[in-house]
């Protein structure tokens, strides 16, 4: 991952979807890609509870991209279940 300071705060999310899509590939999930990964119910289900674990672990930067992942997860899925 490159540095952290260069990187804007959209960069930061669509790394961290990737990186949620390649665990996602090890737990027996081969179609979760940085796309899916916040439309899919249960692929969303399983980044949420990803996100929510590293919350405190990188940083403030890194935190404001982890919980706008986490309102944007919110929203999409409350809006479907509507």
């Known amino acids: 991952m490159p540095r952290v300071s260069t990187m804007s705060k959209e960069e930061i999310k669509q790394h ?3 990186t949620g ?3 996602l590939h090890e737990y027996g999930y081969p179609e979760a890609n940085s796309e899916n990964i916040m439309e899919d119910y249960v692929y969303a289900m399983f ?3 990803m996100i929510k674990e590293n919350i405190g672990q990188a940083g403030a930067s890194v935190d404001d ?3 706008e992942l986490l309102e944007e997860i919110k929203e999409k899925h409350e809006k479907k279940e509507e």
């Open 21 to 23: 899509a390649k665990n």
């Open 65 to 67: 991209a982890l919980n």
């Open 47 to 49: 980044f949420q509870a």
């Open 16 to 18: 961290l979807k990737i």
